[in-house]
């Protein structure tokens, strides 16, 4: 930026220097003190009608004296003269000392030549803090009570002004001062002396400016509050509403202080604390609103720091007393004042590197004229009271902000009206096209939509005990294969908004090719079976690992054969990946070619990025691939629809070793990674020979080992993360110590959890007995012999992994059985919004599809131990109960009451969905006028308590016996199955209490991990 040539920065300058000469030819004009030995002189001064003269100068003070009129008269105390305005601390006393900052003493000035024909009027502004005002020996006006001692002093510090008719040439004034709170004390700003009237004029507009700052704060502070809380939750804006509100107080507060006027009766710390709140949140909450703006994050959060650190004194005002938070007073006034000019400083810098952060040009420039302003306003308050510049040019600096304010105000008015004609037309034009957009995409989505349907009708027109487990299964995985697509489907025509508006997020990485290819063949399988063509894949192994986001590439691939597959009836389609030069080329060819791909090369040079908007997809998959540095084209010589991606580091890409392929060339998808050990044993013995030999024995078949010498190393490797596969132990281990050691792993872990393998050296039929009677699984004896001893660790390890298959096995049949009972109405409403409301209907399509997307990837869960995040569950349940709400409307309600720290616990898959739509479905929904369903999760010492209830048609205990026994008639088989795992995992049994017309309470109950 040629900032030569930038009219903001010079105007802004050049006001600044205006401002600058104006304050300094104030300073420069101030008149000579008016007092002097304590006596002023009107003879000699020009007291005019419309203006006043402040009593600055040499002024008499009797230290810690607090004396009447009468006593000054009878000459009791002896003064001293002390400069007014200024602090009495370190005064010098007639004995010799200096004076404390606490104490008191009384100020006195004689008036010569005063008009006895006029009203007169004394100003009083500031005076710590307690203080009495005598004129011709009459008291006139007081705030607070000056006193001796802490205890006989009460402080208050108000302004007020006095009016007085003279009745002789001679006035004399008397002002007694106490101050027993802050450091210094005394007579802080000038004492104005004018006629009553102009006085009165005066401080009238003074009090008007102030009441009209006020107002206009206030409504800026509504406004911006009304904008937030009813248009858009803008944190800037709830931002700008505490500032004008925060900025109303600080007018409040101070200068004539109305707060104090306003509520006379409130006490001295209340009155204090409100003020200096508000005097020091200002420059805490401008600190916060720049560095909301700004999207550099080091300089945001410098910024939120230097904030916090104001706000901490903030929060010393509220916890302690004005005489402790006031030693630093002066410390923390400066520090606002930095934080001002800090904003300043990077609001330039910034704008100088056209760094406008969230805002625009315009508006940056007025951030920074507003904050600039209020740096200037504090400044000239300051050079106010300290008496060097008059209170108008601070006037003419609020009226100034004030107009600021306003301009900003318009200036959003303004862009607002501007912004609404552009999206008036611009939705115009949407709306002619919506139609459109409408029938070409209801279309793609109904295709995927009705599949599901016929599939789900054949599901449900079929008992479950009449159909083949294969069958189900078969038909359940076109199911989830054809949501897979309508997901797709759905989740590119967001992606086509975000691309839009730049807010896609692309996260690359290495991507396996070998499993992005499986997954696609899953999903693809059956559509390509059904239309009589089989499915290739290939990849070369120095071209499995690519550089992309695997997720979009997914998505890409999903586009791109989707569309082959959907217009190839009969032949061969191949996926292959190979390298060429540094990037992987993946193609996807058939045979006879695709009609897709036919159309798209008759069409050249017509691509897939270009084709109407029915195939956002294909325009999306080129999107993604360009965001990835990759590139989508259809050759036409060879017919075959090619991208690229760039490929992975070979340092950053796992080492894999793969296995020999087949004839034609098909990847195999369950390659084992190099270095990746096939188990992992322990190893409990002190026989070094032991050691030796099993060491070189199972490091040859990848087998990870770990050694422990005693009973105690062992249990503490067990103790640890990563729990081993298996367990060797020596039975003299530790002295004889390797049964009570494998007694002890019996007591925590079964034999399919953790196979134990006892060495020992006596293989007579009783010491066989007696090491299978401590719980091993299998016995090992001397001399060891390798094949003996691999087939028994084979057999142990295959054991373990049947058994665990077993019991997945067996949840997966019980998931299984939890029928999709609600697709159909589910699907069937969703159609009927299709019809009413299609806003509505895309939201809860996207809301079937993410709960399809949950329920079927369950069954590839990636934990383990079958496990899954209690949120997880929870995005299910939400789903699953937003497509209720709309079959029920009013007639269903669900509360939930989740603690929300248990998000990362673990939780059984569709443990606590069943319970919640068996409450829906045979509890509220069987009442004609419905009910609410209640889910509430709570954390009780080591454990999850769940609880489900409802107000519904409730069960007799026959019914629930039934239901728990047997699933009931066919309608509770997930409420049996949930008990039925529940009870196979933890052990915990299902509680169930209901009661006929008045509902159900089901309460599970299962440890609490992480």
Same mark, same amino acid.
């Given at each position: ?554 998505? !890409? $691939? ?11 009836? =009969?032949?061969? %389609? @191949?996926? #292959? +990946? ?102 992992? !044993? $322990? ?11 099993? =060491?070189?024995? %199972? @490091?040859? #078949? +990848? ?119 609600? %697709? ?187």
């Amino acid at each position: 930026m040629k900032l030569r040539k930038d009219l903001f920065l010079i105007t802004l300058l050049v006001v600044s220097l205006l401002v600058f000469l104006v304050t300094w030819q104030q300073i420069q004009s101030r008149e000579a003190l008016a007092v002097k030995q304590g006596v002023l002189d009107l003879h000699t001064l020009d007291l005019k009608n419309d203006r006043s003269i402040f009593l600055d100068g040499d002024w008499e003070f009797y230290p810690n004296q607090l004396l009447s009129p009468e006593d000054i008269h009878r000459g009791i105390g002896k003064a001293t003269l002390i400069k007014v305005p200024g602090d009495w601390e370190k005064e010098m006393l007639p004995n010799g000392e200096r004076m404390e900052g606490r104490g008191y003493g009384t100020y006195r000035l004689l008036i010569k030549h005063a008009p006895t024909d006029k009203m007169l009027a004394i100003s009083k502004r500031y005076v710590r803090f307690a203080d009495r005002l005598f004129v011709d020996g009459r008291l006139m006006m007081s705030s607070g009570l000056p006193g001796t001692s802490l205890e006989s002093y009460e402080p208050r510090n108000v302004p007020y002004t006095v009016y007085f008719n003279p009745t002789r040439p001679e006035v004399e004034v008397v002002l007694q001062a106490a101050n027993f709170d802050f450091k210094s004390g005394g007579i802080y700003s000038s004492i104005s002396l004018g006629f009553g009237q102009t006085m009165e004029k005066s401080r009238a507009l003074q009090a008007a400016i102030e009441m009209l700052a006020i107002g206009v704060l206030l409504m800026l502070s509504l406004l911006y509050l009304y904008l937030y809380y009813r248009l858009h939750r803008n944190r800037l804006q709830l931002l700008q509403a505490l500032f004008f509100l925060n900025y109303a107080g600080v007018v409040f507060a101070n200068g004539e202080r109305l707060f104090l006027q306003f509520f006379p009766n409130l006490s001295f710390e209340f009155a204090f604390k409100i003020k200096y709140i508000a005097v020091y949140a200002l420059p805490a909450v401008v600190l916060w609103i720049v560095s909301s703006i700004m999207l550099n994050r080091r300089t945001r959060g410098q910024l939120q720091l230097f904030g916090m650190i104001v706000f901490s004194y903030i929060a010393l005002i509220i916890g302690f007393p004005f005489h402790i938070y006031a030693q630093v007073q002066d410390f923390f006034y400066m520090l606002g004042l930095s934080g001002y000019v800090i904003s300043i400083g990077i609001l330039l810098r910034s704008y100088v590197k056209r760094d406008y952060g969230s805002v625009n040009r315009p508006q940056f420039q007025l951030l920074i004229i507003s904050v600039w302003m209020i740096l200037l306003g504090s400044i000239l308050s300051i050079l106010n009271s300290v008496n060097l510049i008059g209170m108008v040019l601070v006037n003419v600096t609020l009226l100034l902000i004030m107009l600021i304010f306003f301009y900003v105000l318009v200036y959003h008015y303004i862009t607002a009206y501007d912004s609404m004609k552009q999206l008036t037309h611009q939705l115009q034009v949407a709306d002619q096209m919506k139609d459109e957009f409408l029938l070409l995409t209801s279309h793609e989505l109904n295709t995927p939509l009705h599949g599901i349907i016929h599939l789900s009708r054949s599901l449900i027109a079929s008992p479950a005990r009449r159909m083949e487990e294969s069958e189900i299964q078969e038909k359940l995985h076109r199911i989830r294969n054809t949501a897979y697509r309508m997901s797709h489907l759905v989740q590119d025509l967001i992606d086509a908004s975000r691309l839009g508006d730049g807010s896609l997020k692309i996260t690359k990485g290495v991507a396996d090719l070998a499993s992005c290819f499986s997954v696609v063949r899953e999903v693809f399988g059956n559509l390509s079976s059904g239309k009589g063509s089989s499915f290739v894949c290939r990849i070369q192994p120095e071209a499995r690992f690519v550089f992309a986001d695997e997720t979009r590439l997914l998505q !890409v $691939l999903y586009n791109l054969i989707y569309r082959t597959v959907d217009l190839q009836r =009969e032949g061969e %389609l @191949t996926l #292959e +990946g190979y390298l060429r030069k540094d990037e992987v080329v993946i193609e996807i060819r058939s045979e006879p070619p695709s009609t897709f791909i036919e159309a798209h090369v008759k069409n050249a040079p017509l691509s897939p990025w270009n084709a109407s908007m029915s195939d956002v997809g294909l325009s999306i998959a080129h999107d993604l691939l360009k965001l990835m540095e990759g590139d989508l084209v259809i050759e036409p010589l060879s017919r075959t629809i090619m991208v690229t991606l760039p490929v992975a580091d070979p340092v950053e890409r796992p080492k894999v070793t793969d296995r020999e392929e087949s004839a034609k060339g098909d990847v195999h998808f369950g390659v084992t990674q190099k270095g990746k050990p096939v188990a992992t !044993v $322990l190893i409990a013995t002190s026989d070094l020979v032991d050691m030796e030999h099993l =060491e070189s024995l %199972l @490091t040859m #078949e +990848g087998v990870k080992i770990r050694f422990a010498a005693t009973a105690q190393d062992a249990d503490s490797v067990l103790a640890q993360p990563g729990l081993p596969d298996l367990v060797i132990v020596d039975t003299r281990l530790s002295g004889g110590k390797g049964f009570e050691f494998c007694k002890r792993i019996r007591r925590v872990y079964s034999p399919a959890e953790l196979p134990v393998l006892l060495i020992t050296s006596r293989n007579t039929p009783a010491d066989i007995a007696a090491c299978l009677a401590v719980g091993c699984n299998d016995v090992i004896t001397r001399p060891l012999e390798g094949g003996g001893i691999l087939v028994r660790i084979h057999t142990a390890l295959r054991m373990k992994r049947l058994i665990k298959e077993a019991a997945d096995n067996e949840m997966a049949f019980l998931r299984s059985q939890i029928k999709p009972h609600f %697709l159909y109405n589910a699907l069937g409403t969703i159609m009927s919004l299709c019809y009413s409301d299609g806003p509505r209907a895309g939201e809860l399509l996207g809301t079937f599809s993410r709960y399809l997307r949950i329920l079927f990837h369950w069954d590839h869960t990636e934990d383990t131990e079958g496990m899954i995040p209690l949120s997880r569950e929870m995005e299910l349940i939400m789903s699953y109960v937003e497509i209720e709400r709309e079959r029920f409307g009013q007639r269903l309600r669900v509360d939930f009451d989740i603690d929300k720290s248990l998000n990362n616990a673990k939780v059984m898959p569709l443990l606590i969905e069943p319970l919640v739509e068996n409450a829906i479905r045979h509890g509220v929904s069987k009442k004609i006028d419905g009910g609410t369903v209640r889910l509430a999760i709570c954390r009780i010492d080591n454990e999850v308590q769940v609880v489900v209830e409802d107000d519904g048609v409730g069960m007799t205990s026959e019914q629930v016996d039934l239901l728990l026994l047997r699933g009931g008639t066919g309608n509770g088989v997930g409420l049996s199955n949930t008990a039925r795992r529940l009870k196979h995992l933890h052990g915990q049994a299902m509680r169930i209490s209901s009661t006929p017309g008045e509902g159900t309470r089901v309460e599970i109950h299962f440890p609490y991990q992480l």
